[in-house]
């Protein structure tokens, strides 16, 4: 298996531009995870998909980004309009199977800045 | 704000010496893993401790959990200059089945 697959893996764009980002999950896996990770603030778990269904979006800072998961093996993860502060290393994540002790697996992300 | 703190933020050793982490965190937990982020590229998993479980070993690793103390320490034995990395603690906590909470992580730098 391939891994986590997520691109781009750099994107730079102008503030007020529209930022897709693009994760393909491990084929099987169902559960799918966005981060954002900072050196201010870390690493931020954004939303994540259970069954292609959003779980938990709270993470998600404002209405400016959204996430879909269409089907199982692809999500986008949008920021409209960018801003500056927007700028940071966004991961995609994947788990599967039903026991509460899995791991999740990492894509290598995708680093955006917003000039 | 983020579950888990770890410290120090920053270590430095030699290889061929042991190299310890500390996270804390504060709500209960269904387990905690321990992840490693080399510059520029995601996260790995490196092992999973469950609540109930005290110690665990894996190759040249070693975690201990007190959920007591509501901490955990990764020890890396005999470390080696391809260990120089970021490790992260991430804790699940109880009632929220798959979704981690990342710590602050430590930077580990191994010299020859």
């Known amino acids: 298996d391939a891994g986590v697959i997520q691109s781009p893996r750099h994107e730079v764009t102008e503030m007020g531009q529209e930022v897709t980002l693009r994760c393909k999950p491990i084929?099987?896996?169902?559960?799918l995870f966005w981060y954002r990770q900072t050196m201010m603030r870390g690493l931020e778990l954004l939303i994540y998909?259970?069954?292609?269904?959003?779980?938990?979006d709270s993470g998600m800072p404002e209405d400016r980004f959204s996430a879909k998961m269409p089907n199982a093996s692809f999500s986008t993860l949008k920021i409209q309009p960018s801003e500056p502060r927007d700028s940071a290393v966004y991961f995609c994540?994947?788990?599967?199977?039903?026991?509460?002790?899995?791991?999740?697996?990492f894509g290598p992300g995708t680093r955006l800045t917003v000039l | 704000s983020q579950q888990g703190e770890e410290d120090p933020q920053a270590l430095s050793i030699q290889e061929g010496e042991n190299a310890t982490m500390n996270c804390s965190y504060k709500?209960?937990?269904?387990?905690l893993q321990w992840y490693r982020q080399n510059s520029g590229r995601g996260l790995v998993h490196l092992i999973l401790?469950?609540?109930?479980?005290r110690e665990k070993h894996s190759g040249r690793l070693r975690v201990t959990l007190d959920t007591s103390k509501k901490s955990s320490s990764l020890l890396i034995t005999a470390s080696r200059a391809a260990d120089t990395a970021s490790y992260f603690c991430?804790?699940?906590?109880?009632?929220?089945?798959?979704?981690?909470?990342f710590g602050t992580g430590t930077r580990l730098q191994v010299t020859l």
């Open positions: 991430a804790t699940e906590g109880r009632g929220t089945a798959s979704k981690l909470t």
């Open positions: 709500t209960s937990i269904n387990n």
């Open positions: 994540a994947s788990r599967g199977g039903t026991s509460f002790y899995n791991e999740q697996f």
């Open positions: 998909f259970n069954n292609n269904v959003p779980i938990d």
């Open positions: 401790i469950r609540s109930n479980e």
């Open positions: 084929s099987g896996h169902d559960y």
